[in-house]
């Protein structure tokens, strides 16, 4: 299991930050999409992810089951609904139709530009390889490092057992010594010193 380095995830946000601000209609989609991994979306939830599912209003996106996991309503930090808002007034796509972020044609995105969009941000940023899936990954370690609650973790990745997600308990033992603040004891909210989340804080979602 791969995740982002958790003391270096700011340095990601910020490069999906600036292209969501600056970059063409395709690229802004696809740093989209990337900020979405980073809220624990797979790439294929990503794509499935229906306009219908997206609620400004509550700054949610119901997420449909797949993999045999539970269906849930994902929080989204208000810099990316507004974003998602933006991005889909520009394409004068008609709300709750379709994709959430189509193609051109209206048709569902192939997850393999999201995956390499997004892989290739991540080379750009950390100057090595991920894949998308490390976004998941890194936020469901984000969130535990941060809350200690591996309930709230579960719900949030629709996991429909507890056993999937202690996996990243177990992960957070391992992390590197220069990845966490050296204190003695268990590491707490107050001893996490990542940077704080531009596009999603887990103790926002409650």
């Known amino acids: 299991m791969r995740y982002i380095p958790l003391d270096r995830v700011g340095e990601l946000e910020h490069a999906i930050t600036a292209t969501i601000r600056c970059g063409g209609r395709s690229q802004v989609r696809d740093a989209i999409a990337t900020a979405l991994g980073l809220h624990g979306l ?8 229906a306009a219908a599912d997206f609620s400004p209003t509550a700054r949610t996106l119901h ?4 993999k045999g996991g539970v269906p849930r309503d994902v929080p989204l930090h208000e810099s ?7 991005w889909r007034l520009a394409m004068a796509l ?3 139709v379709g994709p959430l972020l ?3 044609s209206g ?13 290739r941000m991540m080379r750009r940023v950390f100057q090595e390889p991920f894949k998308f899936h490390a976004l998941r990954h890194t936020f469901a370690m984000r969130v535990l490092a941060k809350t200690d ?8 990745l629709g996991h429909r057992s507890l056993t999937s997600t202690l996996v990243y308990v177990e992960a957070l033992k391992r992390l590197p010594e220069d990845c966490l603040v050296r204190v003695d004891g268990p590491l707490t909210l107050d001893h996490y010193h ?11 979602s409650g």
């Open 194 to 204: 990542g940077a704080r989340l531009r596009l999603f804080a887990p103790a926002e």
């Open 102 to 104: 189509p193609t051109v």
């Open 80 to 86: 990316l609904v507004q974003a998602i808002v933006r």
């Open 107 to 119: 048709r569902r995105v192939a997850p393999t530009q999201f995956r390499e969009f997004g892989c």
């Open 63 to 66: 997420v449909a089951t797949i």
């Open 149 to 156: 609650d591996v309930l709230l973790v579960k719900r949030l």
């Open 94 to 96: 008609e709300p709750g």
């Open 42 to 49: 797979r790439v294929s939830e990503v794509c499935r992810a």
